[in-house]
């Protein structure tokens, strides 16, 4: 999987957006970005994922831009349940036919003020 | 929606001692996985299956057996506990088709100590 760099930390005030940058500059043409989130002592959670277009749910949207070497997760209106470590991971199709693990780094958290 | 259910949801052992983590899943998912988390560490694969009766390594399997008898189920053991085994253990669900393209659902962990 590309390795993929993010800042350790990021704050915002509640009820704007939240921005969160990650850069893959060796992202290759089958690797999907996805984004996850943890919060504290639950499990990862599943934000969204792309892998060309930019990408839009109930959750997020995610800019990716046009050579893939970085992208942006973002939260539309912060609220504090949003604070969380923010995972982005890239994410190709192996040997396993897809089943491999996701490699989890060391994220950003965001911190969300009132 | 139960979605991935980890049991137990903590577990204190003592050096030596064996047992057995499950995770059960409802969304008739075909791969499971089981990842560790350490302390300030991102998860780490253990041990996946891409199919009822079939297991794989991931990046950290010494010390840890699977089995998945079932395809709901994937079972997670420690024969001989070490303390360097305390860790908060994840399963993980998804799809099979266009695997790459499937996200994976995490069940809240499994908090284990071995003293």
């Known amino acids: 999987d590309a390795k993929t760099t993010q800042p350790p930390s990021m704050d915002c005030a509640e009820g704007r957006a939240a921005n969160l940058p990650c850069n893959h500059s060796?992202?290759?043409?089958?690797?999907?970005v996805y984004w996850y989130r943890q919060i504290h002592s639950q499990g990862p959670q599943y934000i969204i994922h792309?892998?060309?277009n930019n990408e839009t749910n109930e959750m997020a949207s995610l800019i990716i831009t046009e050579d893939r070497k970085s992208s942006t997760l973002i939260l539309p209106h912060a609220t504090l349940r949003d604070t969380a470590v923010y995972y982005c991971?890239?994410?190709?199709?192996?040997?396993?036919?897809?089943?491999?693990?996701?490699?989890f780094g060391k994220g950003t958290h965001l911190i969300i003020q009132p | 929606n139960a979605g991935v259910t980890q049991t137990p949801k903590f577990r204190v052992l003592k050096t030596g001692q064996s047992m057995t983590l499950l995770c059960a899943q409802d969304?008739?998912?075909?791969?499971m996985y089981w990842y560790r988390q350490d302390p300030g560490m991102g998860l780490r694969l253990i041990h996946y299956?891409?199919?009822?009766?079939?297991?794989a390594k991931g990046e950290v399997p010494d010390g840890y057996n699977v089995s998945r008898l079932k395809k709901q189920n994937f079972l997670l053991g420690l024969e001989s506990a070490a303390p360097s085994q305390t860790s908060v253990y994840f399963c993980?669900?998804?799809?099979?088709?266009?695997?790459?393209?499937?996200?994976?659902?995490f069940g809240d962990g499994t908090r284990l100590s071995i003293l």
């Open positions: 993980a669900s998804s799809h099979s088709l266009d695997g790459s393209n499937q996200p994976q659902h």
């Open positions: 060796t992202i290759s043409g089958n690797e999907y």
């Open positions: 792309g892998l060309k």
């Open positions: 991971i890239v994410r190709g199709a192996y040997s396993g036919g897809g089943a491999d693990g996701l490699t």
């Open positions: 969304m008739n998912h075909e791969y």
């Open positions: 299956s891409v199919g009822e009766g079939t297991t």
